[in-house]
């Protein structure tokens, strides 16, 4: 069966998945090609492709027959992590979705995060980033990796998050834009960092000449924003 190629942007979700797993969990798997891709690459043993909507996951099953996975590839109709089992996956993948609810997801599945064997988790969250830097931390994970790439005119950012307390960051551009992201220099955040403060200066001077307190408020927060680019892009370019 022909190799599945996948998006550039879930690309860099399988990209991030450790080798060799036992059982590897794709939350929200849509039509599953993630977890297809991750048993062609013989990332693991075994997948649980789980997904709440039915439509979906039928796709999902189709799909999986058609790549001669149905030996690999469990699906499970489920809200999360809900039929999923403490210690049942040695990594988790959840992507494609918004910050605060994958934050939610997690929050739901503490028993998965918190059990004696927890997960590393592959994450790629749509918004909110800064949030979810925070929540792995205040969790007890640490953030080993992160990939940035850019596709069909939007920036993704994937994080390998691994099980293990560490310090938090000291600088808040690190929270923003992610620490390995700024210490790896990555060519993709300094594409990013430059777009972005392009479009804060037009939105500072489109505020300039304005005396509301609203307009006041707005400019103060446009001016941090450019402060912690700044930081970043100065820490990029050392």
């Known amino acids: 069966m022909k190799d599945l190629i996948l998006s550039k942007r879930m690309e860099a979700v399988a990209s991030l998945v450790p080798e060799h797993l036992k059982t590897v969990a794709d939350i929200g798997c849509d039509h599953a090609y993630v977890s ?48 999923l089992s403490p210690k ?14 994958m934050i939610d997801i997690l929050i739901r599945g503490s028993n998965i995060l918190q059990c004696d064997k927890p997960p590393a988790l592959i994450l790629q969250p749509q918004s909110d980033i800064r949030e979810v830097r925070s929540f792995l931390y205040d969790n007890s994970y640490h953030i080993s990796k992160e990939k940035m790439i850019y596709e069909d005119g939007k920036y993704y950012t994937a994080i390998l998050a691994t099980p293990g307390t560490d310090k938090p960051y000291d600088m808040e551009e690190d929270w923003i834009y992610g620490k390995y ?4 220099q990555d060519d993709i955040l300094i594409k990013y ?4 403060r ?15 307190d609203k307009a006041s408020k707005r400019s103060e ?18």
């Open 88 to 101: 049942e996956a040695d990594a988790i993948v959840i992507a494609g979705m918004g910050g605060l609810l």
């Open 193 to 196: 960092l430059t777009k972005e």
């Open 198 to 212: 392009s479009n804060l200066e037009e939105i500072l001077n489109s505020l300039k000449g304005n005396a509301s």
């Open 36 to 83: 297809i891709k991750l048993k062609q690459d013989e990332k693991a043993d075994r997948i649980i492709a789980m997904d709440l909507r039915k439509g979906p996951l039928e796709i999902a099953r189709q799909n999986v027959i058609k790549y001669e996975m149905s030996d690999h590839i469990e699906l499970r109709l489920s809200d999360g992590m809900d039929k």
């Open 181 to 184: 992201n700024i210490d790896t």
């Open 221 to 238: 927060e446009i001016e941090l924003l450019l402060k912690n680019n700044k930081a970043a892009m100065e820490r990029c370019r050392l």
